[in-house]
């Protein structure tokens, strides 16, 4: 009999938290080195100001596809947003 494994045992609510905000953090990084505001990321992702900044203070959890939207409009891969879930847990210990 198999039984159910919930994610919050395989990944804890803080390390959730964590890899939300690197991921936020890094996309801020991005688009501050390409000189956009929230906005105008927003604008040209098709995506609001608002969800922007939630993105960025990890407030949010996006999608593969806005992830990718994401880097496409950053100019960046995907893996460049994504931070190493190693590093997240090794950070919080």
Same mark, same amino acid.
Request: charged share 30%; proline share 2%; glycine share 6%.
């Given at each position: ?13 803080? !390390? ?6 690197? $991921? *936020?953090d890094?996309v801020r %990084?991005? =688009?501050? !080195?390409i000189?956009?505001?929230q906005?105008? $990321? *927003?604008?040209?992702c098709g %995506?609001? =100001?608002t969800?922007?900044g ?23 891969e995907?893996s460049?947003?994504?931070?190493h879930?190693?590093?997240?847990r090794?950070?919080?210990?």
């Amino acid at each position: 009999m198999l039984t159910y494994m919930s994610k919050e045992r395989i990944l804890n609510p803080v !390390e959730r938290k964590a890899l939300r905000q690197a $991921l *936020g953090d890094r996309v801020r %990084l991005r =688009r501050r !080195e390409i000189g956009l505001s929230q906005e105008d $990321l *927003g604008f040209e992702c098709g %995506l609001h =100001r608002t969800y922007i900044g939630a993105i960025e203070r990890g407030e949010t959890n996006l999608t593969i596809e806005n992830i990718a939207v994401l880097a496409i409009t950053l100019h960046c891969e995907m893996s460049d947003l994504v931070p190493h879930l190693k590093s997240i847990r090794k950070n919080l210990k």
